[in-house]
């Protein structure tokens, strides 16, 4: 059967699984970026879909190994797993994740960084520059499975700029530094709480998170165009830093939601500089669907 005749079941939550049976070995694929893991299961009539928290090979902890134990329970030995995630470009990371992966007797395709994730979501089988602006951000050229060139990448402590939990530090740095309107600090403070309630947020165990999650909406056309020019600022801060010196790209693609959710200042930005943007992917996990299966 066809993929696009397939019946798509969408689960809020990986415990519905139990409520699906498998009765032969499926193909499973994985695409785990900074903050969650997409999954797509797929068998011979139907495509599950689901989320679970990130499988970063230097941040496992129980509930990562909880989640594998609860898929030994329903996924049927033999089945293939195409594997991609943020932290496994190094081939050590990826015996960490091969390791962790082993209860579950899967044959294993392919173990890879997020980064061919995005090379092969926008390009395929062609090759091409490709960035990456989510929670994290990067750039690097992506050729044949092969990734070369990178630039960023460096984390939240040392980089990420361009990405959603930079434009988050951003609007921080300007609010509590006074480098924002009196409207811009009312705006912060109904959505995000107090001066000091937001320190403790910032400097707290999901304080990452927090920053991260940051998103800032308004009625009033004079705030939108201070918010606008702050995800500008955080555009140029990535593609200032990030372009490659001493070679001339012509177009560039995009995966991840900051970048979706941004594409028309993206493209504008690029533009200026000489650069086609080719496209933009939120989620990377349904063209590695048609480019494996």
Known sequence: MHANKMQIITLNHIEELKSISFDSAVKIIAESGGTKTDWRIQTDDKIVAFETINFHPKTLNNEQV??????????????SLFFYGSGCLQQENQYIIHKLFEPLELIINEIASDLVAAGKAIYGKQSGYVGILGTGSVLCHYSNSNIENISGGLGYLLGDEGSGYYFGKLVLQKYFN???????????????GSHSEILSKVYGNEGKKFISQIQLNSNLSALNIEILEIHKENISLFLDLHLPKVETIIQLGFVG???FHMHKLLEEQLTKRGIKLTQVIQKPIDSLMKYHF
Do not use: G, R
């Open 257 to 259: 939601s900051y970048a």
């Open 178 to 192: 006074n480098m924002c309107s009196s409207k811009f600090k009312e705006l912060i403070e109904k959505t995000y």
């Open 66 to 79: 909880s989640i594998v134990q609860y898929l030994k329970n329903i996924i049927p030995k033999n089945s």
